[in-house]
């Protein structure tokens, strides 16, 4: 007795989704895997003496891979990327965690947008703010000094440290918004069953809170890491040209016109982009409850 | 030396509003107590100060022969089955029930037995390697009764545990709830909206309106004598008749609808002369069975519904009032057709006045 259901209509409706697609298909088709494309052929070139030769070569990636330099980049520009993404989930998580036990809506919104803020300055700016505040006669050294903790004034700009501590500061809102949204997510009345099976707060926190939010922090961790290794402007500001990374290698390569090593090594950060995204997924579906 | 729970004026207020206001009441050691109110009486408040999430504003909470105020929840003598369950789900069903003995660090082999007692209890063990969402509704309630239960609390709370389970499981774990009550000797409280539950289930039940308690006493005690009129109408169906007072005599009272005289007892005096009879439907006897009752007179069907075990009719009596009778439907008795003329009786003590407003 029951008729089928109208065939145009259904059509239509599974054809939706894909029209919809389209727009972000074509966008990323030319902006993305095009680009690709001439990536990898330019990594096959040769650039010798300031010019471009276009024959067929592994030299590039063979240098890539094989010189100890570049070992020693890539292993730097991680090594930031896994630091930043470390003390901005140290520092993310209890601000998270802060942010989701205020009892007021009103405060919540404003530690938010304060939390939000770095964001909102231009990378050039927020990069000379930090070098006021960390450089030897900084208010950052200054009160160290005053509170008696140290007695010269520590390097914090110039180095790998003023970078960790900007980059850390400028992801903090990637890092404390999906984590919040973890929490928000919780039902409320987890804890309270913990805490009426005998749980104190660190208990409640520790096997209840904490592996919850887990997806959360995956994802930070993922958003936090990936924008490291992009992070161009911030070393280049603040490194004092002791800070290496990738990024700052492929751009002064585009400079001189280097498109084979721009290539390879635009390349490599994709590639450990991908890798890092991929392990995430993994911990992420591990985590799931 | 004190027993079992108790609640001296206990008040609550949210943001100026009286959510449980001055509520007192005793609960026996090892007996079944339900808390039963519509939704938003403050049932579940009165539940979560005793179970330590709320503090009472004023008020002492005694259990045993302690007082309670401030004490944290993970310090007191009482589990809790929440309303949606609130089982961890990251964790089996094994692991959610081993929460409370492992923060308890009860040793290892205790632990696994007690576990395993617990869920046996329940009829789980065959499902303690399975998360949360690969349970049903009636499974995961029985999760959260065993995490509850293995600590061998002194007082289970309950707060509408059965209220997300489909009536037949429902009334399943009715019978289940009270066999596994009387096997652990703990104290039941037990809130809920359902009548059917509070009344199957209890020693005894509160009632429960705008955070005050209206009256406390076993079920067929609140059911027979209501002490108010919210009460006579929340619990069961009734009539609520308006009648003139024409005088009253102790627990007797003489009323007056339309031209009907008769005999009810008093629930509350009511102020002036006019009061409200409360009379439940299935107290009115109709046709034959109606010979020989107290109180008498004749009516013509409006209405005729049939609900199986049972036959409601709207009557319209010849003193001028409308009245719902539930009759017991009876095999090859068909109900009465519309408009045909039916005796009418009640017993006295069945019909209770109570005030006009409240
Ligand atoms: N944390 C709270 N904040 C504000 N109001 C609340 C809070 N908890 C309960 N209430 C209010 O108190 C009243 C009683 O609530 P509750 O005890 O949950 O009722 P019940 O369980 O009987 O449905 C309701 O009107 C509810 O809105
Ligand atoms: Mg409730």
Request: glycine share 10%; charged share 15%.
């Amino acid at each position: 007795m029951s008729t089928p259901a109208p065939r145009t209509g259904g059509m239509a409706r599974a054809a939706a989704p894909w029209l919809l697609l389209l727009p972000a298909f074509a966008l990323m088709t030319y902006a993305f895997i095009l680009p690709i494309g001439s990536f990898l052929e330019y990594g096959f070139y040769r650039f010798e003496r300031g010019r471009l030769i276009q024959d067929f070569t592994f030299a590039t990636y063979r240098r890539f891979l094989f010189d100890p330099y570049y070992h020693a980049v890539i292993l730097d520009t991680l090594k930031v990327a896994a630091i930043v993404t470390t003390i901005a989930l140290a520092v993310g998580y209890p601000l998270a965690y802060g942010l989701w036990r205020l009892q007021s809506p009103a405060l919540q919104r404003w530690f938010g947008l304060i939390i939000f803020s770095p964001v909102l300055v231009s990378v050039v700016v927020r990069s000379y703010g930090w070098t006021v505040l960390l450089a030897d006669q900084g208010a950052v050294n200054w009160a160290l000094m005053r509170a008696g903790l140290i007695g010269e004034p520590l390097e914090l700009v110039y180095n790998l440290t003023g970078v960790v501590i900007s980059l850390s500061h400028v992801f903090l809102p990637f890092v404390v918004f999906p984590i919040y949204a973890a929490m928000t997510r919780l039902d409320p009345s987890l804890r309270e069953a913990a805490m009426d099976l005998g749980a104190g707060w660190w208990t409640t926190f520790r096997r209840v809170t904490l592996p919850l939010t887990l997806p959360g922090i995956v994802a930070a961790a993922q958003i936090a890491f990936t924008l490291a290794l992009g992070a161009l402007v911030t070393p280049a500001l603040l490194g004092g040209g002791r800070v290496l990374v990738l990024p700052l290698q492929v751009y002064r390569a585009t400079s001189e016109i280097n498109w084979p090593f721009a290539a390879v090594g635009g390349l490599a950060l994709l590639l450990m982009a991908l890798v890092a995204v991929v392990l995430s997924n993994r911990l992420l579906r591990y985590a799931e409850p | 030396m004190r027993q079992g729970v108790e609640l001296e004026a206990v008040s609550k207020t949210f943001r100026g509003f009286r959510a449980v206001d001055g509520v007192s009441f005793r609960i026996p050691e090892g007996s079944f107590f339900s808390l039963l109110g519509p939704s938003g009486c403050g049932k579940s408040t009165t539940l979560r100060m005793l179970s330590g999430f709320e503090d009472p504003d004023s008020g002492r909470i005694w259990i045993g022969d302690q007082v309670m105020n401030g004490v944290p929840a993970y310090r007191r003598p009482t589990n809790m089955v929440f309303q949606r369950w609130a089982l961890f789900p990251h964790m089996t069903a094994y692991e959610n029930v081993a929460f409370g003995p492992s923060v308890a660090r009860v040793p290892r082999a205790d632990r696994r037995r007690q576990v395993m007692e617990a869920l046996a209890l329940v009829g789980l063990t065959d499902f303690a390697d399975r998360k949360p969402r690969q349970l049903s509704g009636g499974q995961m309630q029985r999760v959260a009764l065993a995490r509850a239960l293995v600590n061998k609390p002194r007082v289970l709370l309950l707060d509408e545990p059965l209220g997300a389970l489909d009536l037949k499981l429902r009334l399943q774990m009715q019978g289940e709830l009270k066999r596994i009550q009387e096997s652990v000797g703990a104290t039941f409280v037990y809130v809920t909206h359902d009548q059917g539950e509070a009344l199957t289930m209890s020693d005894q039940v509160a009632i429960m309106r705008d955070g005050r308690i209206e009256q406390i006493g076993a079920p067929h005690e609140v059911y027979d004598a209501p002490a108010t009129r919210f009460v006579a109408s929340f619990l069961g169906n009734a009539n609520l008749l308006p009648v003139t007072v024409q005088g009253i005599d102790g627990q007797a009272a003489k009323v007056a609808l339309g031209g009907l005289v008769f005999e009810a007892r008093v629930g509350q005096t009511p102020a002036a002369g006019t009061g409200v009879v409360a009379l439940r439907y299935e107290a009115v006897r109709i046709g034959a069975a109606a010979e020989g009752q107290p109180v008498r007179t004749r009516g013509r069907i409006l209405e005729a519904s049939f609900a199986g075990s049972s036959v409601h009719y709207v009557v319209a009596a010849e003193p001028g009032f409308t009245l719902t009778v539930e009759d017991r439907h009876r095999i090859d008795e068909p109900p009465w057709p519309r408009g045909t003329l039916v005796d009418l009786g009640w017993h006295g003590a069945a019909a209770r006045l109570f005030p006009e407003a409240g």
